[in-house]
């Protein structure tokens, strides 16, 4: 069955960084997008950044822009998000997930083109 784990969460003070990872199982990894969300209490979970099957093209929300960096690695099935410059409204469980998709340039950004997702990874930044 499909598998989608995600790493790298923890605490971490306002101005620091995390490297988030999701490796994957179970599905065809270089014929996906792929994509990271994230939601905090209380919140619909939100777009963060997504790229596209070869990693040739990505996409970012507005908040997370010029700090954060998503990255894939087809051999090793991994997915990456960067995180730098942390704030404390950055502070949420974050979710890898997975599209198949035709298009080699494609970026999903919304909850319902990803069919398949991870369990989660809480990020804490403290003021």
């Known amino acids: 069955q499909v598998q989608l784990v995600e790493s790298g969460g923890g605490l971490v003070q306002a101005g620091g960084s995390l490297k988030l990872s999701c490796t994957a199982s179970?599905?065809?990894?270089?014929?996906?997008?792929m994509g990271w969300f994230r939601q905090a209490p209380g919140k619909e979970r939100q777009f963060v950044a997504s790229?596209?099957?070869?990693?040739?093209?990505?996409d970012y929300a507005d908040s997370v822009k010029a700090r954060f960096t998503i990255s894939r690695d087809n051999g090793k099935n991994t997915v990456y998000l960067q995180m730098n410059s942390l704030e404390p409204e950055d502070t949420a469980a974050y979710y890898c997930?997975?599209?198949?998709?035709?298009?080699?340039?494609?970026?999903?950004?919304?909850?319902?083109?990803?069919?398949?997702w991870g369990q989660g990874t809480q990020v804490t930044v403290s003021s």
């Open positions: 997930a997975a599209a198949y998709s035709f298009s080699t340039i494609a970026t999903p950004i919304r909850v319902s083109e990803y069919g398949y």
């Open positions: 790229i596209s099957r070869g990693g040739g093209n990505t």
């Open positions: 179970g599905l065809a990894f270089s014929r996906c997008a």
